[in-house]
C-alpha cells in the first residue's frame, strides 16, 4: 500500500483540497507553533501541514509510511520511532481513515507528545458512504464518528480540550480523480453520495480534535 500512496504523492502535494481550508488553518492553530516549539507531522501527505508550523517558526519532523511522500522519517503511524514526549505537539490531517489499528496510532502519538495531540479526520456518515469511500479507494480503513474519537482519546490517555466539526467542501471529479477511481466505480460512488454532492461539489463532514495529555 505504500507503493500505491507513493504514486498518488504528487497528487496530494498539489491538491487545493489539502493545501489550504478553515480546517488546515485551525489544525495550526491548537498546535500552537512559534520558535521553539517542536511538532511531528504524522502521515503528512504533501507536507502542508509541515510547511504552514514551519511558517509559524516552529520546528517540524514529518513522517509517513509511504517514501514518496518524503517524510523526514518514514514509518507507520502505529509504530513511531521516537521516544517519549520527544514533541510539544503531534499533528495527523485527514488521514486517520486510513489506519489498520486507529486506536494504536493514537496512543503512539500521544506517547511521543508533551502537551497536546491534534486530529483532524473525515466523520462517519453511513455504511453506503464507507462502501463510497472505499470504493473510490481500497486503501479506505473506515471514518470514525465523533464518539468514537473521544473513545481513542481517553483510551490514549488524553482529555479532548477543544473540538470543532465542520463541513469540508472540495470538488467531486477532483476527489474521485486524485485516487484514479475507475470510471465504472465512480458511477456507483456518486450514486451513493448523491445526497451529499450539489453543483459538482462534495460535502466531507469532519472534526477537529485537540486533545491534552492528562
Known amino acids: 500500500m505504500t507503493d500505491l500512496w507513493s504514486e498518488r504523492a504528487e497528487a496530494y502535494r498539489t491538491s487545493q483540497t489539502h493545501a489550504s481550508g ?27 501541514v509541515a510547511r504552514r508550523l514551519r511558517e509559524a517558526g516552529a520546528t517540524v519532523v514529518t513522517t509517513d509510511a509511504a517514501p514518496g511522500m518524503k517524510p523526514d522519517a518514514i514509518a507507520p503511524a502505529d509504530d513511531l520511532p521516537f521516544d517519549d514526549a520527544s514533541f510539544d505537539a503531534v499533528a ?8 489498520p489499528d486507529v486506536l494504536a496510532a493514537v496512543k503512539e502519538m500521544a506517547r511521543v507528545a508533551r502537551e497536546r495531540v491534534v486530529i483532524e479526520d473525515n466523520v462517519f456518515t453511513s455504511e453506503s458512504a464507507e462502501e463510497a469511500d472505499r470504493l473510490r479507494d481500497p486503501s479506505h480503513v473506515r471514518n470514525y464518528g465523533v464518539g468514537e474519537w473521544h473513545s481513542f482519546f481517553e483510551l490514549a490517555g488524553l482529555e479532548v480540550a477543544e473540538e470543532v466539526f465542520m463541513v ?47
Open 92 to 99: 495527523c490531517r485527514i488521514a486517520a481513515h486510513h489506519f
Open 168 to 214: 469540508r467542501d472540495t470538488d467531486f471529479e477532483d476527489w474521485l480523480a486524485r485516487t484514479e477511481t475507475p470510471e465504472g466505480d465512480r458511477v456507483r460512488v456518486r450514486e451513493l453520495l448523491d445526497s451529499r454532492v450539489h453543483d459538482g461539489r462534495l460535502d466531507l463532514p469532519t472534526v477537529v480534535l485537540k486533545g491534552i495529555k492528562k
Open 22 to 48: 478553515d480546517d488546515l488553518d485551525l489544525v495550526v492553530e491548537w498546535c500552537e507553533p512559534r520558535p521553539g516549539v517542536t511538532v511531528l507531522d504524522v502521515a503528512t501527505g504533501g507536507g502542508h
